[in-house]
């Protein structure tokens, strides 16, 4: 069946430093969203990618979609204790759109 | 609008009892899923309806899950009997057609002991 594998599965990083998640579908996704949960919280949706190659920016986070729409990036510069949570891309099932395939999670920490 | 609605927000319950959970969609939105989230197999998609009506169930896993919509703000998620293996976080969240945002509410965690 359709997998959505993301890497890391966990980062810790010092406030300030650079983070960078990666999200691998095995098969060609015709958009994909990312979601960010707060610990103790619930997905809460950031963005989605339509276009192959498209890069997206949200004030710190940066968001790229593949070329060839199978890969997925979340780039955050500048981490602050506030970026803490676990990161999500989810993708349409193949075949059907109206539901998500969702990603494994990069669990972000950030210390002082 | 206050978003999703779930209820309640935390259930504990003994093996072999009946469970329900209970979510009231975003007023307006036509799809509603249900979601669950554990530690070793992540967020799992349950169920999901369009419109009130069931459209893909093959997340339920067993015969114990049964889900209903009988109208379009209010769905309910049943575990009869549950078992200690159900403990998670269920979240609900809606959609409209019109956008693929999905709204969550803020989860219902169970533990069943």
């Given at each position: 069946g359709q997998q959505v594998m993301q890497i890391p599965q966990y980062q810790h990083v010092q406030e300030g430093e650079d983070f960078t998640t990666y999200c691998n579908s095995s098969t060609t996704l015709s958009n994909i969203q990312w979601y960010k949960q707060r610990p103790g919280g619930h997905p809460v949706f950031l963005i989605q990618l339509v276009k192959s190659g498209e890069v997206k920016k949200q004030k710190r986070l940066t968001f790229q979609f593949g070329e060839a729409k199978k890969n997925s990036s979340l780039h955050i510069t500048a981490?602050?204790?506030?970026?803490v949570g676990t990161y999500f891309c989810a993708g349409p099932y193949t075949g059907t759109a109206s539901k998500l395939t969702f990603g494994t999670g990069t669990r972000l920490q950030v210390t002082l | 609008d206050a978003g999703v609605i779930q209820s309640p927000r935390h259930e504990v319950t003994e093996m072999g009892q009946e469970v329900t959970l209970r979510c009231k969609p975003i007023s307006g939105h036509d799809y509603l899923f249900w979601y669950r989230q554990t530690m070793m197999r992540g967020l799992e998609l349950l169920i999901y309806f369009n419109n009130n009506v069931p459209?893909?169930?093959?997340?339920?896993?067993?015969?114990?899950f049964s889900a209903k919509m009988p109208n379009a703000s209010f769905s309910t998620l049943k575990i009869q009997?549950?078992?200690?293996?159900?403990?998670a976080v269920y979240f609900c969240a809606s959609r409209s057609s019109e956008n693929t945002e999905a709204f969550f509410g803020q989860g219902t965690r169970l533990t069943v002991v």
């Open positions: 981490t602050q204790t506030t970026d | 459209i893909d169930d093959s997340g339920m896993p067993e015969d114990r009997p549950s078992e200690p293996r159900d403990s």
